[in-house]
């Protein structure tokens, strides 16, 4: 059993986080952008990703940090994941995003048309999500955890869980009575931790990339 990390501590993202962030994100999610783009993308991409999501959310967004170094994150959302939509686009980061992509600073401004076909596939995916409906009625469903992500060298010591303790507590505090989240069927090292943290399977949807698991935690 790997050692816990006693000195860590939990609090919302902030600006200065992005270069890290970005690269947690690039290191948890690097296959599924490489499937996507092709290749791997610059930080930048990231980077304006999670610069959204701090925007928007604001304390949804949380780090975990040990030596004041951000080791890993959790985004949280307390409402209807609709509006983060509704938000980029109203918000305009839809148009700084095309422009940054057109000049390059995302590693490439053209991309072959299957890679836009796939683009276009996440999109199409991320909408699924969006406009699944639990079964059950008056449990605030809408409350979700969209990701979460540890450095590497950090995984299995506790980061993950404690991340997640204190997103749902946040969503407690916000009137929540229950969260969701979605898990590929072969992640297992995740699918243990949200077992763990008292998250069950409740249902499953498909997308293009497969079959998703979704977890349900009354709080």
């Known amino acids: 059993m790997e050692k816990l990390v006693p000195e860590l501590t939990i609090r919302s993202a902030r600006k200065e986080d992005l270069p890290v962030l970005a690269e947690i994100f690039e290191e948890g999610f690097n296959r599924e952008l490489i ?13 304006d990703l999670f610069s959204f999501l701090i925007d928007i959310l604001g304390e949804e967004a949380i780090v975990a940090t040990v030596a004041d170094t951000v080791v890993g994150y959790i985004i949280i959302v307390p409402h ?21 992509w057109l000049r390059g600073e995302y590693g490439f401004r053209w991309i072959p048309l299957v890679r836009v076909v ?24 809408e409350c979700r955890v969209l990701c979460i992500a540890v450095k590497r060298e950090f995984q ?35 699918r243990r931790l949200y077992q763990k943290s008292g998250f069950c399977e409740v249902g499953k949807v498909r997308d293009s990339g497969g079959e998703w698991i979704i977890m349900k935690k009354s709080i």
């Open 156 to 190: 299995g010591r506790g980061v993950g869980a404690a991340l997640i303790r204190e997103g749902v507590e946040i969503l407690k505090n916000k009137g929540a009575t229950a969260a969701r989240l979605e898990v590929r069927t072969v992640n297992l090292p995740a």
């Open 80 to 100: 209807n994941t609709s509006q983060l939509s509704r938000k980029f686009f109203t918000g305009g980061y839809w148009l700084k995003w095309i422009l940054s």
């Open 118 to 141: 796939r683009v276009v596939r996440v999109l199409r995916d991320t909408l699924i999500f969006l406009r699944y409906k639990d079964r059950e009625k008056g449990i605030g469903f």
């Open 35 to 47: 499937a996507v783009l092709g290749r791997t993308p610059r930080r930048k991409l990231g980077e």
